[in-house]
């Protein structure tokens, strides 16, 4: 190799021919470093200063430590690692905390939340959160507490749960940072939020590098100490392999995370704390078992993970919170309805409202002594219970369903007292700024918060045969067959499948998007889950989520969806006048038939809803007549 051609090669490439330096680099299997500007560097030693000045602060008392924070609150029940130096590390270095949740159920329930919550304050004060959903470890199932196996979830319902968990707490964040603006917390560059899932990595996993980094020094002796473990074998229905390794799988998780994004601090509910602890030392085993010396991490205190789990909660009556007649209070406003969850919390005792009132809000602790007093000068009027329902909502939901339901409630139950709780002003309502850019098609702004119903059953000849651009008709997605075809021209929706131009369906535990096109409509169906579920989306929030039955079992229903054959609403509504006058003995003309068509459809004129969707509605004809015409005048 010539000495003027080992000169214009990088560093990284001279030991190596001529004819592999002519390669791309794409071909080496290195790791590639993004280019970083001036500019991020700026903004990075500006950050590390503001946090050294933030340190001080908290030193001098100016500021809270944010473990005073959760101490303060009644966030810390155990804790992995010495209280004192997790406390210094907070005050000193802006590290990352994660959450992880198995995607179990189609939704996350109020025992999730608590967990989540001093995630969203650390968020607030400058830290790295991560909220991770199992799409991996999900599948196999945490055996903690159990004595029975979970049942193996089909790879369709393991795809529905992970895309409504992942859209509802996208949701949750949104409104955190609403709920941030609201109470005083300033917007910091240097803190970050990531939503990821943990199959994103297991899938292109090797087996042997988890045993060789990790497996090879992991001791059974102690693993099958575990009260899990024990209680399972003994009195359960056994443990299988995969359940005994759920412990290391979490533990990968956080070494992922750890050394990918700077997390040193796992949070979890009050039966985590085994699975905590054999994380943190899943993480120092792989970290020491690094073999190159350039890459090894350091192993000071200031780097050592650590973690705490949140005490379980129960309510007055000693039930699991969260639990409403034995059953589950879901955040999913079509498991739980809004208005049912508002209820849930006002209805919390006296005795415990002030406890949750710390717990699942964001109200400064003077504000709730504040509120407490208020509240003691009028019991019935349930002042404190209200704000605590209220504020939740806000966190779930957003503050515009937070004031509806709230007002609601005040009708109903109030009984004319016209007492004002807590956060209830119109005001507020404009903090919810999580508007989307574009427009659903029923006209209004489509966000995170009013977003319409995922679930949806459409019947197999059509997603069979008649192409995307009738489905997405069907499913709300298009005001008409033909704009479906212009946004599928255009690629403005996607389907939930592998990335790329080969049409592979999506990987089992993963939640990936590729545009879609004007396919022929047999290569549809390639992109179904199980051959029963299809999802697709518009936008960043509008997504359907399509369960495929028999032309039989849809016929049965009685349903129909938009552009179905022989169901629009003229050709029916010919039909019932030609039976009904049948039934009186007339027969109608054509002429008469078609003015009392015309009459009965102006007078009768309805918006068109998504078969078992009606949170979907389309413009009526006149609305839509009368928005071309607008439009073509301003032209």
């Not at 970050?192 to 590098?209: A, E, F, G, T």
């Amino acid at each position: 190799m010539s000495s003027t051609l080992v000169a214009r090669l990088p560093e990284l490439r001279r030991n190596i021919c001529v004819r592999c330096a002519a390669l791309p680099v794409a071909h080496f299997r290195q790791n590639q470093a993004r280019w970083v500007s001036q500019k991020v560097v700026e903004k990075r030693k500006t950050g590390e200063e503001e946090w050294a000045r933030r340190a001080t602060a908290i030193e001098q008392g100016e500021i809270q430590n944010i473990w005073d924070v959760f101490e303060e609150r009644g966030y810390v029940k155990d804790v992995a690692g010495r209280t004192p130096q997790v406390k210094e590390l907070l005050r000193t270095k802006r590290i990352g905390a994660y959450v992880g949740v198995d995607p179990t159920a189609a939704s996350l329930h109020v025992g999730h939340l608590l967990p989540f919550m001093p995630l969203f304050w650390m968020y607030l004060n400058g830290y790295t959160a991560v909220s991770l959903v199992g799409g991996a470890t999900g599948r196999i199932g945490d055996p903690t507490d159990r004595l029975k196996t979970r049942e193996v979830m089909a790879n369709s319902e393991v795809s529905m749960n992970i895309t409504k968990i992942h859209y509802q707490l996208k949701k949750i964040w949104a409104n955190v940072e609403a709920l941030g603006r609201k109470y005083g917390h300033e917007a910091d560059w240097a803190a970050k939020r990531h939503l990821v899932n943990n199959n994103m990595w297991w899938q292109s996993l090797p087996l042997y590098d988890v045993m060789k980094r990790l497996g090879r020094f992991m001791r059974i002796g102690p693993m099958l100490g575990r009260d899990t473990v024990k209680n399972k074998m003994e009195k359960g229905d056994g443990m299988s392999l995969a359940e005994f390794t759920y412990p290391l799988m979490q533990g990968w998780d956080f070494w992922h995370l750890y050394s990918k994004l700077g997390v040193q601090m796992q949070i979890g509910g009050s039966d985590q704390f085994g699975n905590i602890v054999t994380g943190i030392e899943a993480v120092k085993t792989i970290r020491a078992s690094e073999e190159n010396p350039n890459m090894r991490m350091p192993e000071t205190w200031r780097d050592d993970p650590i973690g705490f789990t949140v005490p379980l909660l129960t309510d007055s009556a000693g039930a699991k919170f969260g639990k409403s007649a034995g059953n589950a209070v879901w955040l999913d406003p079509f498991m739980t309805s809004a208005f049912d969850l508002y209820g849930y919390f006002a209805r919390r005792s006296d005795t415990e409202v002030e406890r949750l009132l710390k717990l699942f809000t964001f109200l400064p602790t003077a504000n709730i002594e504040k509120l407490m007093v208020d509240h003691a000068k009028n019991p019935p009027a349930r002042v404190a219970q209200h704000t605590l329902a209220f504020e939740v909502l806000s966190l779930v939901h957003g503050a515009d369903v937070a004031i509806r339901e709230q007002q609601q409630h005040q009708f109903m139950y109030s009984k004319g007292s016209g007492t004002q709780f807590a956060g209830a002003s119109p005001e507020k309502a404009g903090q919810d700024n999580t508007v989307a850019p574009y427009k659903a098609v029923e006209g209004h702004p489509t966000t995170l918060n009013n977003a319409p119903k995922m679930d949806m059953q459409l019947p197999e000849n059509l997603i069979y045969n008649q192409g995307i651009a009738r489905i997405l008709y069907a499913a709300g997605l298009a005001t008409s067959v033909s704009e479906g075809h212009r946004i599928a021209r255009a690629q403005g929706a996607y389907v939930a499948a592998a990335p790329g131009k080969d049409m592979r369906g999506l990987v089992p535990g993963n939640l990936d998007w590729t545009p879609v096109k004007l396919w022929y409509p047999q290569d549809v169906p390639k992109f179904l889950i199980d051959g029963r579920v299809l999802i697709i989306r518009k936008g960043k929030h509008n997504v359907r989520i399509i369960e495929v039955v028999s032309d039989k079992e849809w016929q049965d229903s009685g349903k129909a969806y938009p552009g179905e054959p022989f169901k629009g609403k003229t050709r029916v509504l010919v039909q019932q006048l030609k039976e009904l006058a049948a039934a009186e003995g007339r027969k109608l003309s054509r002429r008469e038939l078609e003015q009392m068509v015309k009459e009965k459809l102006a007078a009768e004129e309805e918006e068109v809803t998504v078969a078992n969707n009606p949170d979907i509605k389309f413009p009526k004809k006149s609305e839509r007549q009368q928005a071309f015409e607008e439009g073509k005048s301003r032209e």
